[in-house]
């Protein structure tokens, strides 16, 4: 009998064109405003090392570039977390006329035990890389003042998730 696991993926519209939001998935500089500190060799088999930084006292996560199709595609192959895919697509519209659909998928699927709190880590990451692109990146050294209440309402919501 096999373990039950849950496929997660998210998706967020950001009002901007792909070509900003993309810069904000390959810079290290701008991956460290909504992310983590951040190494990456932006090519297929480059690295790409994410520090988590303070609040989750994870050590960091590495990965290989597996697929980069610039302002569309984005895969990572990490030791720790699996397949991370990043998928961005383009929509007419929003303030600026264009923006962007961003899809986060994770592969292997997730235990039960733990997707609550990797839906509320994405959904919170999610909400940072827009507040990034709108000019506020994390303060990192205040984290918990500033971002802690969303991400414990996100893992409120995310408990009941598939329930």
Known sequence: MGVNTSHLAFERRIELAPLIVWDALVDPDLVEGWLGEAT????VGGRYIIDWLPRTGRAPTEGVITELVAR???AIE?????????????????DR???TIVRVSMSPPVEPAFVARVRA??????????????????????????????????LDD??????
Do not use: C, M, Y
């Not at 994405?122 to 003042?145: A, C, F, I, M, Y």
């Not at 995310?158 to 329930?163: D, N, P, Q, T």
């Open 40 to 43: 990456i060799d932006a090519a």
């Open 72 to 74: 569309s595609r984005l």
């Open 78 to 94: 990490t030791v720790d977390l699996g397949r991370i895919l990043f998928e961005l697509e383009p929509f007419a519209g929003g």
């Open 97 to 99: 006329g264009t923006g």
């Open 121 to 154: 880590d994405w959904l919170t990451n999610l909400d940072q890389l827009g507040d990034l692109l709108r000019g506020h990146p994390v303060d990192w050294s205040n984290w918990e003042r500033d971002r802690a209440k969303t991400w414990s309402r996100h």
């Open 158 to 163: 995310s408990a009941h998730f598939g329930a």
